[in-house]
């Protein structure tokens, strides 16, 4: 490995270290403030580990690096762990898709393997659309269970009432039968 490929990697690595242990220190001296912000912490965590899998993948040949793969069971996990907002999921999966695609433009692509190049490609967005799309789909089921079960408690706290005032235990605004 040469030594500006080494450079990258091991700077990459300080810089995942360094965010894992602002995440921890930050988790173990303000748990109220990590708990506020557990959505943002999260997914700065997992954009730091997203940003390792690009370098590794830049520094292995680009676009048609195996470890694009990698990225893409990254997307899967975080799509199947965590319940994010549409425009949470949309902001992760183009952050990373961008950091993945950007340094063609700055590199230029000189590759032989296009096929490669144009699998990997269509492999991601498929990867981040199943993802964007089953995120807002499970978010919407929550968001729909979460009011349905509101509804339900406000529900029985009614009948409760009624069914005390039936009983005669309350006295007040109901007549007693």
């Known amino acids: 490995m040469s030594a500006a490929r080494l450079a990258g990697v091991t700077s990459g690595e300080r810089m995942d270290c360094a965010v894992s242990g602002s995440i921890y220190a ?6 109220q403030l990590a708990e506020q912000h557990v959505d943002t912490v999260v997914l700065v965590g997992n954009l730091a580990a997203g940003w390792a899998m690009v370098a590794i993948i830049w520094l292995d040949g680009g676009l048609h690096s ?8 990254l997307l899967l996990c975080v799509g199947v762990m965590f319940l994010w907002s549409l425009r949470r999921a949309l902001v ?18 000189r590759g032989d393997s296009v ?7 269509l492999f991601m967005v498929s990867t981040i659309l199943i993802v964007v799309v089953a995120q807002r789909q499970r978010y919407r089921i929550k968001k729909d269970q979460f009011w349905a079960d509101k509804e339900r408690r406000l529900l029985q ?18 007549a007693v039968v």
């Open 26 to 31: 930050l988790c173990r001296l303000r748990p």
């Open 66 to 73: 195996v470890h694009s793969m990698g990225l893409n069971l």
């Open 92 to 109: 992760f999966s183009g952050v990373l898709y961008l950091c993945y695609t950007i340094p063609v433009f700055f590199s230029g692509y």
């Open 115 to 121: 096929e490669a190049v144009v699998a990997n490609q």
């Open 157 to 174: 706290a009614e009948l409760d009432t009624f069914s005390r005032a039936r009983d005669g235990r309350v006295t007040g605004g109901y």
